[in-house]
């Protein structure tokens, strides 16, 4: 007790920090490059090919050496690994050597090397790469990334103490691996609600749904190089709906904010997106939007409705791949000429003889006929040898759910032909009147059951359609409410749909069984 008394103000010293780097892999990778001299400030102009000089560069064992020749020991310079901060590749032709990266060390030192070869390129950018991010972020290094480094961060949560992270930019995805997290993050640069520069203490403002992350500039020439790669992506990349500014809905910024202006100020305007507005006003705002539409607010007074309308017209005429995108245009166009499309192809068709014919006749009148014989039809079946079943197959989606299955199998041993029809009908009365035609056709109008022939043989006194059993036979019309009606005195039950005969050809009247 006395010792913990003595010693309850003595406390084990222990880094406050995080260890932000974790040695990956050794890479080893060498071969000649061309460089520029290290500089302080950010590269504004393009570099010509007078102004490189060729290195043999080595990366071996955590450091980047690069030597007047392959023939030299002792190198001209070099970069740890670990000193590095960020790598960023430059798109083909930006300076004199068609491809080119930049690395930034901590020291505030910015280093330019180039080729001509896309092969050595992508070697060199993957191997350096691999070098300095850590194990824990390596799988950003699966992507076709144009900067990727780290930097320090703060969150709406914590804005007391700033975090270590790995960041990598993807066109307009912002890939994140955050200390607390293990999951790798992505954040859509065109659909923030708000993008921003604090140039007090030069800190990145990226506000989305829900969310808000400042990122810090620890280091004043790498981070300038981050916030203007990330304004650029997160602003209209292109002339296309996808490249654009958009909402959480993946709407245009600059077409919803057009239209909402419209609809709130333009309603009971008088030939809305007809008139047309103020050349020099109407250029001025769309250049705002296409230059950074979520800075862009439309105000009464401002902005006049016919001026905001014709805006809108011209970035829909501007739009290359059309409202419905390329590969819905093709279907539109499809849609929009089928008639034609296909009044062409039947002319086409019907030039080419009889061989055609009865498929035109067909599409055209509906009927199917041949050439030569327009008054008959091209084939018949007898009715009696047609095998006829309710319903259709539903894998088969038919239009209606009253149909018929037809079958027919010839009975000639030498030549066996076999068909099948599927038969819809509108109505559930129009496929008992087919069925009825079929079935009294092929039993000669006798659609009895067999117990009935047998007991009207044994008893000849019954009349035909009066009693037999306990079964009654009452010839019906009409509607289903007008049947009912007929019915009613015979019998105090509902109508129950049992059908036991259909429509006879001789009598237009449906039997059912009670």
């Known amino acids: 007790l006395e010792f913990l008394t003595q010693n309850r103000n003595t406390e084990v010293k222990v880094a406050i920090d995080r260890v932000h780097y974790m040695a990956p892999p050794s890479v080893t990778h060498n071969g000649f490059l061309f460089k520029t001299a290290s500089m302080a400030r950010p590269i504004t102009e393009k570099k010509g090919k007078e102004e490189f000089s060729r290195r043999w560069c080595v990366l071996n064992d955590g450091n980047f050496s690069y030597y007047e020749s392959d023939k030299n020991a002792t190198p001209n310079g070099g970069l740890k690994m670990k000193e590095i901060v960020c790598l960023a590749v430059n798109a083909p032709e930006t300076h004199g050597y068609d491809h080119t990266f930049e690395l930034y060390s901590d020291a505030e030192r910015l280093y330019l090397f180039g080729t001509d070869n896309p092969e050595t390129m992508g070697e060199w950018v993957k191997s350096i790469a691999k070098s300095f991010i850590p194990a824990a972020a390596e799988?950003?290094?699966?992507?076709?990334?144009?900067?990727?480094?780290?930097?320090?961060?703060k969150d709406r949560l914590n804005r007391e103490m700033s975090r270590l992270g790995w960041f990598?930019?993807?066109?307009s995805s912002l890939h994140i691996r955050l200390e607390e997290h293990t999951a790798e993050e992505t954040i859509d640069l065109q659909k923030l609600l708000e993008l921003?520069?604090?140039?007090?203490?030069?800190v990145l403002v990226l506000v989305e749904r829900g969310r808000t992350l400042y990122i810090e500039g620890e280091r004043k020439l790498d981070f300038q190089g981050w916030a203007a790669a990330i304004q650029r992506n997160a602003g209209s990349s292109g002339d296309t709906l996808s490249?654009?500014?958009l909402t959480e809905a993946d709407i245009p910024v600059i077409v919803e904010r057009c239209?909402?202006?419209?609809?709130?100020?333009?309603?009971?305007?008088?030939?809305?997106?007809?008139?047309?507005g103020v050349n020099s006003k109407i250029a001025a705002l769309l250049e705002e939007f296409r230059r950074d539409a979520r800075c862009v607010w439309l105000k009464e007074g401002e902005h006049q409705v016919d001026d905001v309308s014709n805006v809108l017209k011209r970035f829909f005429r501007g739009i290359e791949e059309g409202l419905f995108g390329l590969e819905a245009h093709i279907i539109y166009e499809l849609v929009v000429n089928r008639y034609g499309f296909?009044?062409?192809?039947?002319?086409?068709?019907?030039?080419?003889?009889?061989r055609y014919k009865a498929d035109i006749i067909f599409r055209t009148e509906r009927r199917q006929r041949t050439k030569g014989r327009i008054n008959r039809p091209e084939r018949e079946w007898p009715v009696k040898c047609l095998k006829v079943y309710h319903g259709i197959k539903k894998k088969l989606r038919p239009p209606t759910c009253w149909g018929l299955t037809v079958i027919y199998e010839s009975e000639k041993q030498e030549k066996q032909e076999r068909q099948q029809w599927y038969l819809c009908c509108d109505t559930q009365n129009e496929m008992r009147e087919w069925f009825a035609t079929f079935m009294s056709i092929q039993n000669g109008g006798r659609v009895w059951p067999a117990e009935w022939l047998k007991s009207r043989a044994a008893s000849r006194s019954a009349p035909l359609d009066a009693r037999f059993g306990n079964v009654s036979l009452i010839p019906l019309r009409g509607s289903e409410n007008e049947m009912r009606n007929s019915v009613a005195a015979f019998t105090a039950d509902p109508l129950r749909h049992v059908c036991i005969g259909c429509t006879m050809p001789s009598a237009n009247y449906i039997l059912y069984r009670f």
Not at 168 to 171: A, D, M, N, S
Not at 259 to 265: G, N
């Open 139 to 153: 799988d950003l290094l699966l992507k076709d990334f144009e900067r990727i480094g780290r930097l320090r961060y």
């Open 168 to 171: 990598c930019l993807v066109g």
């Open 196 to 202: 921003s520069i604090q140039p007090e203490n030069e």
């Open 243 to 245: 490249q654009q500014q």
């Open 259 to 276: 239209i909402h202006f419209t609809t709130q100020y333009g309603l009971t305007s008088e030939g809305i997106y007809r008139k047309s």
């Open 342 to 354: 296909f009044d062409s192809r039947c002319r086409y068709l019907g030039k080419q003889g009889g």
